[in-house]
């Protein structure tokens, strides 16, 4: 019972983040998914050296701000499941190690993680860093270092510091030398051994011995090996994590001045309102050099915690998202509030140019090519991120059209990463668009790929059509679809303001892939590369076809639209 009390304490986790974003990012992850229990606090900080916060350049203040906000995004959605509490923190000090210690003071932390940079040239000063804080931090706190830190048995040896000696209390069970060659994977094995045996009613271990002995076992091991998620080549070399991914992790985006966003929107103008979403404003602006942009801020009166976390959700997916079909985030600006900078697009939405009432006809093609532009870019979220991403409300106001109307899809405040090894989220509550949700997320919560691809066919419909998902008369567009979709009678289907200019065998294709997309059983839809196979199958491959027999006929005579919309 001893070492449950000791699990359920509340720990203080400060974390050296640097602008070096793969040891960062590999700290917290390691803090996040292994060193954190409910209720904990991971503070992540980011030490500026100079002499005075005054004297500091504000740029670079706020474009460290502004980084360390934004690692933080990535890890938002685990930490609320996993009920930890998470801060951002840059101070200024006159040497890194110095600033790391004097905040674990502060916050009178109880496990300090420290990391290893990456470049060969750097590691020397890295291990003193890290060696200071091992020297200097309160002797309550725990310091953990993580990754390669370049301590050879000779220095050791020359500076009579035992690796064990390192660390605040010997742990005589735990005893490792500096020749042992424990693989990552044994370490991770033993690490979550040990979680598990702390958490446990049956555990008979004594309360001192609980989570700091694990940490303290970790921390010998920690030393002399890289962070568990990378692994050694044949020659021995740690291979990089990442290096499966593209060079650039993310587009360029910069730190924008309060003032800059300030002047290019007019002080926030209300006639520079361009739309407004469930939690924050778009105004739009034009920056000194001329260019058009869209600035998206938190609104005042939606500023509580999940809010912001919803826009940090936000920050963190759409900085790692570049495709042609999806918004371009130009920068952000975290002074006075939280704000978003994207390119502007003068033609809107897909909404407004299907539904506003000064708005010209979309013509077929330009329809049709929406359509394939859209698959594409969700295409790219669900197969070609280095981590899956659902959007979870894909709708026509989510569709913004560029200069061309080539489609990119916006607002990514509802997404969520879906990890490799995971088929599904389950989520509560429901959020999302009344006439878009899937049956499995709005009966049950359940989320994957599968509920983009049903909101993608009740837009395909949308966009056919011309007609909203849920009307005024709160009639569904896919109730209404139904029967004439059975009836085969798709020229009924079609936007009456299309006045019948239309190519007929492209509007039976996109409403024979909706009737796909929607179909009640998360099963039998296709996912998105089979969707765009789908679109581009112009030469009749037997795609189509393959996709009408494959589901079962009776699971979808089963299917009853009316469970969808209980209005």
Not at 113 to 141: H, M
Not at 345 to 359: D, I, K, Q, V, W
Not at 487 to 511: C, F, M, N, W
Request: net charge negative; glycine share 6%.
């Amino acid at each position: 019972m001893d070492s449950m009390e000791d699990c359920s304490l509340v720990t203080k986790i400060l974390v050296a983040v640097s602008l070096e974003e793969k040891v960062s990012m590999e700290l917290l992850s390691w803090a996040v998914g292994v060193a954190a229990h409910p209720n904990d606090t991971i503070v992540a900080l980011h030490v500026l050296v100079g002499k005075d916060e005054k004297r500091v350049d504000k740029t670079k203040l706020r474009q460290a701000k502004a980084t360390v906000i934004s690692m933080l995004a990535d890890f938002t959605e685990i930490c609320r499941e996993k009920q930890v509490k998470l801060e951002a923190k840059v101070k200024v000090s006159s040497s890194v190690p110095k600033g790391l210690v004097d905040e674990s003071w502060l916050i009178n932390a109880n496990f300090l993680l420290v990391g290893s940079s990456r470049n060969s040239s750097q590691r020397s000063t890295s291990f003193e860093s890290t060696r200071y804080c091992f020297k200097n931090a309160p002797e309550s706190c725990l310091v953990i270092a993580i990754g390669r830190q370049g301590l050879s048995q000779h220095y050791a040896d020359e500076k009579g510091n035992h690796p064990q000696k390192l660390v605040r209390e010997e742990d005589s069970s735990s005893t490792l030398s500096s020749n042992s060659k424990s693989s990552p994977r044994g370490v991770l094995d033993v690490s979550e051994a040990n979680l598990e045996e702390c958490s446990s009613p049956s555990s008979n271990e004594n309360s001192s011995h609980g989570r700091m002995n694990i940490w303290r076992r970790l921390s010998f091991i920690k030393l002399f090996l890289p962070f568990f998620g990378g692994s050694m080549d044949d020659t021995g070399k740690e291979s990089d994590g990442y290096s499966s991914y593209k060079d650039k992790l993310r587009p360029s985006w910069r730190c924008f001045s309060f003032n800059e966003i300030s002047r290019a929107t007019n002080d926030f103008d209300p006639d520079n309102i361009v739309g407004i979403g469930g939690y924050a404003e778009v105004y739009k602006g034009t920056l000194s050099n001329g260019q058009s942009v869209a600035v998206k801020r938190l609104a005042k009166c939606n500023e509580d915690e999940h809010k912001v976390k919803e826009f940090l959700t936000e920050l963190g997916i759409i900085g790692h998202v570049f495709h042609p079909n999806t918004a371009y985030l130009l920068g952000c600006c975290i002074e006075n509030g939280l704000h978003l900078i994207f390119d502007f697009y003068p033609n809107g939405t897909l909404a407004s140019a299907l539904h506003g009432r000064n708005s010209k006809v979309l013509e077929w093609p330009v329809r049709y090519q929406i359509a394939i532009g859209i698959a594409r870019g969700l295409h790219y979220l669900h197969k070609s991120c280095r981590r899956r991403i659902i959007h979870r409300d894909i709708k026509a106001s989510n569709v913004l059209l560029g200069p061309d109307f080539e489609p990119q899809i916006s607002d990514f405040g509802l997404a969520k990463w879906l990890p490799r090894q995971w088929t599904h989220h389950s989520v509560i509550p429901i959020e999302g668009t009344f006439g878009y949700l899937a049956p499995e997320y709005f009966m049950h919560g359940i989320v994957d790929e599968k509920t983009d691809v049903y909101a993608f066919g009740v837009l395909l419909l949308e966009i056919v059509t011309g007609r909203r998902p849920v009307d005024s008369s709160k009639q569904s567009l896919l109730l209404w679809a139904k029967p004439l979709i059975e009836r085969g009678d798709v020229t009924q289907l079609a936007d009456p303001k299309l006045d019948s200019d239309y190519d007929k065998h492209q509007l039976e294709r996109l409403i024979l892939i909706a009737s796909y997309c929607v179909r009640q059983s998360s099963v039998w839809r296709p996912a998105m590369n089979e969707v765009l196979e789908l679109l581009l199958d112009e030469h009749e491959s037997g795609v189509v076809e393959s996709w009408r027999n494959e589901g079962c006929q009776d699971e979808l005579e089963e299917c009853s639209m009316d469970d969808h919309f209980p209005y």
